[in-house]
Each structure stands twice: as structure tokens, then as C-alpha cells.
């Protein structure tokens, strides 16, 4: 088993401890670690971001970094725990379009996602891929469009669970070309490629950093990105834009936070700490072989752009008209 792929990875341990001092320490060195929760399973693509940054992480924390997958409920399982925990900085934890998704595709919520955190900085995007296993006899957004088209509701399609952005995208691909598929909700993204691969679902939206490795093996076949621009970690993938749907584009981001009421102090520790992260060379390097594109925000920013982001993919979610329990 890959120790990278397991639920729980202690990572990042103190500068002093490894004789670096090329990032700045924003704690006293200390044996407590700082617990960051992934509300998603183990491989997707926030989880691939946050090990190949939890090493810098522990650096500029100056203390040891744990990342733990809580995965469930489209994310609110994992949340859930960040909001309960004490607000003194040593439990935040890492969210994707999910967060500001849940409000708009659940009933009933168990915290407020815009009210019930403490944003600390949207860190980035990561580009998403429309893939298909490799006995689907497509190669592009054409002959996918016609296989479906041919044969309506004789294809599935996978997602990492009922509302999320993998779910959504795959939605708006459907709808904006006009085809339909058979929805095939999984609990994470680690569970759906496996799939995938084994040809159960026929096809689906990923983070390309978690499947970049079965694309260039062949295990999966890359259809088109989901976003506006092709990836420089995979400059020869076409976007499915411009692909014949000009209007499509989506892409996963991924962001930083912590409980409701964290103190001044401890949302600048935390920022400072991810933005020195992020900004080293070893980190820079990986996401940039990734293809992720990093530009930490502001505490300030962050606030503003999960309210317009909730308010965007409540128009998607009302299209979809995609209703949870």
C-alpha cells in the first residue's frame, strides 16, 4: 500500500529538526502538531495538494503537520470536525468548491459554511479533466457527444458524491452538450477512479492531479479540461471548449480554513504560514508539475469570494436540480 494513500500521514517536521531555514518560522517549535483536515478521501486532487505541501507546511509552522482525510457527506463529515474543534489555531482545514456547494444541495446543514469558519486564504486552482475508461470508443468531445447522443442513458457517469463539483461539472458537460448519462455517485474520488479504471462507470470529472499518472499509463483516457485554458502540466490535452462548447468551463479550487472565532493572531500564523508554503520552490515545483496555479488570497478576500462562489453555484445547483437529505 502507498504510505501517501493512507487515512492518516504525519508530515513536516520542525526547521530546526531538518536543518533548514529557508522558511520562515511563524511558531516556537513545539511537539503538538497542527491537525489539518481534508473533508475528502484519500487521492483525490486536494488530497495529492496538501502532501506535496504538508513537508513545507510543518516547516513554516515550525511544528509537525498531520493531515487527516475525513471524507463523507460530500464533505460535511470532515468540516463538521473543524468547526467543533477550538478555535486556537491548531486544527484547520483544507476545502474545495464543496464547502460553498453543500448549502444549495442539502436540506438541512449541520454548521454554516460562510458563517461557522474562519477563512484564512484561498490558496489556488487546480484544473479539472473529463475522462473516459479506455474501452469507450471516444477520443474527444465529438465522438463522446455522438456516442451518447446514439445511445441515450446507455452510459454512466461518475462522481465523488451527490453535489459536489465533480458531480456538477459532469452535469454542466452533459447539459451544455445536449446529452444525457446515467449518474453514479460514489463516496470520494479514490473509490470513483478505481472504477473507472476497472471499467464499472464509463466516465467522469477529475482533478487532473490525481489522475495525471493513469492518464500517461493509459489506464484512463483524457477527453478534454474543464477549464478555460490548457494545463502546462499537460499542455497536449485540448480544453473541451474549444473542443465545440465554447461556453464550458469549470475549475476546482482549494482553500484554507479554520473554526468560527479564531483569534487575530492565530488567523496570521496560519496564513503566514500557508503563504510561506506555498511559495517555496519545493512546493512551487510540484504544483506547477500538477498543473495547479497558486496565488494565495487574503483572510479578507477569501471571505468575499466563498459568498460569491456560494451564490454562483446556487443558480448551477438549481439547474441540476440536485436536492440531499
Known sequence: MNPTLSRRTVLGLGASALGLSAIPVFAQGTDKPVRIVLPISAGSGVDTIARAAAPALGKAFGQPVVIENLPGAGGLTGTSVVVKAAPDGMTLGMVSNNHVINPSVYKKMPFDAIDDITPISVVGATPLVLLVNPKVPARNVKELVALLKAKPDGYNYASSGNGTIIHLAGEMFLDEAGVKARHIPYKG??????????????????????????????????????????SPAAPEIPTIAEQGLPNYSVEGWFAVIGPAKLPAAEVKRAHDAVVAAFSSAEVQEAMAKQGNIIKPSTPEDAATYFRSEAARYAALVKKANVTLE
Open 189 to 230: 474520488t479514490g473509490p470513483m477512479v478505481i472504477d473507472m479504471i476497472a471499467g464499472q462507470v464509463e466516465m467522469g470529472v477529475v482533478a487532473l492531479p490525481a489522475v495525471q499518472q493513469h492518464i500517461k499509463s493509459g489506464a484512463l483516457r483524457a477527453i478534454g479540461l474543464c477549464g478555460s485554458a490548457r
